[in-house]
């Protein structure tokens, strides 16, 4: 139900813009988020946004990373700035309900290369 876009490749020091939106009706959405999985290592956290606008980042893309939301499309968006090649991941969206059930969107490609 969660349509992740906007990956690509991308030179360091570049910047990209991730969307993700649910394609059915979700209501009272409690919590969205980016996830990133680099190969070999475990899915981490990149960015969450509360129902109330409260964010919170990771410490490798704070400063550098925004997450944003449009309540009324039902879509959280992740602005990327100044990537680095430890950006390169498989981005995935998350959507957490009150009653603690998780989307998950399908994950869109990142790579920071020159």
């Known amino acids: 139900q969660l349509q992740a876009s906007g990956g690509g490749l991308v030179e360091p020091g570049g910047s990209l813009r991730l969307s993700c939106a649910a394609s059915?009706?979700?209501?009272?959405?409690?919590?969205m988020g980016w996830y990133r999985q680099a190969p070999g290592k475990q899915r981490e956290l990149v960015a969450t946004?509360?129902?109330?606008?409260?964010?919170n980042y990771a410490v490798s893309v704070r400063g550098r990373f925004t997450i944003s939301k449009d309540k009324a499309k039902n879509t959280v968006y992740l602005q990327m700035n100044s990537l680095k090649p430890e950006d390169t991941a498989v981005y995935y969206c998350?959507?957490?309900?009150?009653?603690?059930?998780?989307?998950w969107g399908q994950g869109t490609q990142v790579t920071v290369s020159s």
């Open positions: 998350n959507f957490q309900m009150p009653t603690g059930h998780n989307y």
């Open positions: 946004i509360t129902n109330i606008g409260l964010t």
């Open positions: 059915g009706s979700i209501f009272s959405i409690n919590t």
